[in-house]
């Protein structure tokens, strides 16, 4: 699996961006999609993970209720939808895929095995 994020980018705060992930390769409905995020210094992070089927979503608490992970149906694309973005949010953010993944293990970085480049998110005023 190959991965690309896109749609980063520099916004104020309180403002909205949506990334992007493109998945090519073969893909599974088992595969788990995710968002994580790295800011300069710190430990990558987990954001959000979505089910392949796209039933099943989890999310940082960090951002509950502010961003939204989508996967549509026969699309091989995964989106982001940041909103009421805090400067706090600025970081890279790298979309991630893993197969077979039981849902305790969402969260962890390692338990992802492929990686798009990541994208840089600044929000600032």
């Known amino acids: 699996v190959q991965l690309q994020a896109s749609g980063g980018g520099l916004v104020q705060p309180g403002g909205s961006l949506r990334l992007s992930c493109e998945a090519s390769g073969r893909t599974f409905s088992s595969h788990v999609m995710a968002w994580f995020r790295q800011a300069p210094g710190r430990e990558r992070e987990f954001v959000a993970a979505i089910r392949w089927s796209g039933s099943t979503t989890l999310y940082a608490d960090s951002v509950k209720g502010r961003f939204t992970i989508s996967k549509p149906y026969a699309e091989k694309m995964v989106y982001l939808q940041m909103d009421s973005l805090k400067p706090e949010d600025t970081a890279v953010y790298y979309c991630?895929?893993?197969?077979?993944?039981?849902?305790?293990?969402?969260?962890?970085?390692?338990?992802?095995?492929?990686w798009g480049q990541g994208t840089q998110v600044t929000v600032s005023s």
């Open positions: 991630a895929a893993a197969q077979l993944l039981t849902s305790a293990a969402w969260g962890l970085k390692g338990a992802y095995n492929y």
